[in-house]
Each structure stands twice: as structure tokens, then as C-alpha cells.
């Protein structure tokens, strides 16, 4: 079983610790003053069953994003904290978290799924280029679409099509759609073949294609 992730340890005047799994399904801990990380780690241990069913909750049904300071917003896998700054500038900026100024939370869901698809575009291109040249699988052009579930497909006339949702992934997920559509390009249906020269690609495609289908609704939130 893979370590459960403490994503923020919060310490304060408090006097018990407490789990909470936040609507992401993040893990953040509340704890007293000077309690030890080896500690607060040991609890976590000992918890790991009831916060793992929790995390499965929310996976497997999100709540819908307020855009509010503190929220977490995913890119390429990772939980970044949406930081609201005074001003009125309508771009958004990804460093340690992602800064969003006061004056564009009117259109806040607009600007973002355009930043993501930007994103998106950026890697996607970037990796399928490199997957292409590896294994000599070239497509004619790339679309990036608005599609939910629908993470890549591959169009008749050698288009390959995928969701910009899918920068919200992981970059291995992110690859295993990408070399999917690309050995599309030789075997345009899921025959036997078709998942042989997946495997030969991605060994591992199994494990990435679970996750994918385990945490789809992750990605579908946006
Ligand atoms: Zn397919």
C-alpha cells in the first residue's frame, strides 16, 4: 500500500490532533505546539483505513470548486493552493501556488479552464512529439478539446484528439493516453495486437490506465 500523503501539518495553541480530509481529498493535521512529525506520522499510520475511505469519498465524488483562497487546484498530479492577491491583472501564476489576483474572480472558472488549456496544449504537443519520435508512430495534427471522460481519441484521417482536463493528471496518465492515441495510428481498434504494442511501449500501461479509470471524476470537476 503506497504512504498515505500529509499534505499540510498546521500547528496551533490546540490541545488534541486532528484528521481532516479536505474537499480535495487532501490530508492536513491539526496539532498542538511541539508534537513531533514522528508522532504525528504514527497516528496517521494507525488512522490509515478510515482517512484512505475518506479520500476514496471524495475521489468518487468531488464537490464542485468554489474558487476561494486555500482551495485546492490539481496540475500535472499535484495539489496546488489557489492564493488570491489584490489587483485587478486577469492572468494566473503557478509557482509554489497558484495566484490568482482579487480582480478576476468574477470569471475566475473561465480564465482557469483557459490557463489549463494552455497548459495542456504546451505538454501534450511537447510529450507526443517525444512519444512519436520514439516509436515512429506520427500524426498528422493534435486538437485540444473540451471533453469530459473522453480523455483522447484518434481520428480517421490520423488527428489525435485530447481533453485539456487531462493536464490535471499525473504526467505518467498524461503518457499513457498519449501513446494510446499514437498506437491507434497502426491498430485503430482494441484488438489483442493493439494492447501488445502498448505494453512493448508502457509495461506498466495497466497500473496507469486503472488510475485514470479510479480517478476520472478528479478530473472532471473543473
Ligand atoms: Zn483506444
Not at 465524488?61 to 476561494?68: A, H, S
Not at 504546451?122 to 510529450?127: A, G, L, S, V, Y
Not at 493536464?167 to 503518457?175: G, N, R, T
Request: net charge positive.
Amino acid at each position: 500500500m503506497d504512504k498515505i500523503k500529509i499534505d499540510t501539518i498546521i500547528r496551533s495553541r490546540r490541545k488534541t490532533i486532528a484528521l481532516v480530509v479536505t474537499r480535495d481529498a487532501t490530508l492536513v493535521i491539526r496539532a498542538p505546539f511541539h508534537t513531533p512529525t514522528e508522532y504525528i506520522e504514527g497516528i496517521v499510520n494507525k488512522n490509515s483505513r478510515w482517512i484512505q475511505q475518506k479520500m476514496a469519498q471524495v475521489v468518487s465524488k468531488p464537490p464542485k470548486k468554489e474558487f476561494v483562497n486555500g482551495e485546492g487546484l490539481l496540475f500535472l498530479g499535484k495539489t496546488y493552493r489557489l492564493q488570491v492577491i489584490p489587483g485587478s491583472a486577469d492572468n494566473i501564476e503557478l509557482r509554489d501556488k497558484i495566484y490568482v489576483s482579487e480582480g478576476a474572480l468574477p470569471f475566475i472558472d473561465h480564465l482557469l479552464a483557459q490557463w489549463y488549456r494552455n497548459q495542456a496544449s504546451k505538454k501534450i504537443r511537447e510529450r507526443c512529439a517525444w512519444y512519436a519520435k520514439k516509436t515512429g508512430y506520427e500524426p498528422r495534427s493534435i486538437r485540444i478539446t473540451n471533453a469530459r471522460k473522453r480523455w483522447g481519441s484518434c481520428g480517421s484521417k490520423g488527428t489525435l484528439n485530447f481533453s485539456w482536463r487531462l493536464v490535471l493528471a499525473p504526467l505518467e496518465i498524461i503518457d499513457y493516453v498519449i501513446v494510446h492515441e499514437l498506437v491507434h495510428l497502426d491498430q485503430p481498434n482494441h484488438s489483442k495486437l493493439f494492447w501488445n504494442k502498448l505494453r512493448i511501449i508502457l509495461p506498466d500501461y495497466e497500473k496507469r490506465k486503472n488510475w485514470l479509470k479510479d480517478n476520472e471524476k478528479l478530473l472532471e470537476t473543473y
